[in-house]
């Protein structure tokens, strides 16, 4: 069974660009999350899509958003990045919230 | 709101060493527990889980932890660390609140355990 894959692995970016993450969840896993691992922040809830709806979203500003597809994957978009957007962001899936299975993630470096 | 607190940012120990890693949460509703290990420039993986029945859940490498709701704790023990078992390892909290919302795992701030020979 292949798990929760991530794309692309590393990026880097111009501060005010844009950039989408993609994360593919475990077969049959419907519900998907987004975290950020900043340096020194630990993890930080993003977004959770459940079914194709957005479920919760954590503290995060208008400019992180993101979608989920019918085939449950996920995409994560950041708009006007900025410097301190740097970090791992990190997706999970799940199918009934016992416990997730994280991707190896995406390393964004905005310079 | 459910928050967890690992009391301890960086553990240092020698190898062949028993080893706690300490994680209490706050919660006002029954929940999951969960520990999970990040290794250098990977993301995380699922060590072991706590969701109802016995107290004391193990893992296949040797860790175990143990729920103790009247201290809402979750500590993670081995009695005998490896170098291989240098990592980061993070306590995560689920709340069982019906209706969803409450469907995210929030994670304490991780514990950077560093097994030197």
């Known amino acids: ?111 | 709101a459910q928050s967890v607190t690992q009391l301890d940012s960086q553990v240092p120990v020698f190898e062949e060493a028993p080893v706690e890693l300490r994680c209490n949460y706050s919660s006002s509703v029954s929940v999951y527990l969960f520990w999970y290990v990040q290794y250098p420039n990977q993301g995380l993986q699922l060590l072991l889980k706590y969701l109802s029945g016995s107290t004391l859940v193990e893992s296949i490498n040797g860790f175990e932890a143990e729920f103790n709701k009247s201290q809402t704790s979750f500590h993670l023990r081995k009695p005998s660390v490896h170098i291989s078992d240098t990592a980061e390892y993070f306590c995560a909290v689920s709340d069982l609140t019906s209706g969803g919302s409450n469907y995210k795992l929030t994670f304490g701030k991780g514990t950077l355990l560093t097994v030197n020979p």
């Open chain 1, 1 to 111: 069974e292949a798990g929760v894959t991530q794309s692309p692995t590393h990026l880097i970016k111009t501060r005010g660009q844009q950039v989408t993450l993609r994360c593919s969840p475990i077969s049959g896993h419907t519900s998907v999350y987004w975290y950020q691992q900043a340096l020194g922040l630990g993890l930080q809830f993003l977004l959770w899509y459940d079914e194709g709806e957005e479920r919760n979203r954590g503290n995060f500003p208008p400019r992180f958003s993101g979608r989920q597809f019918p085939n449950y994957s996920s995409e994560l978009n950041v708009n006007a990045l900025e410097l301190e957007d740097s970090a791992l962001y990190l997706c999970a899936s799940s199918l009934n919230n016992v416990g997730y299975t994280f991707g190896s993630g995406t390393r964004l470096t905005v310079v």
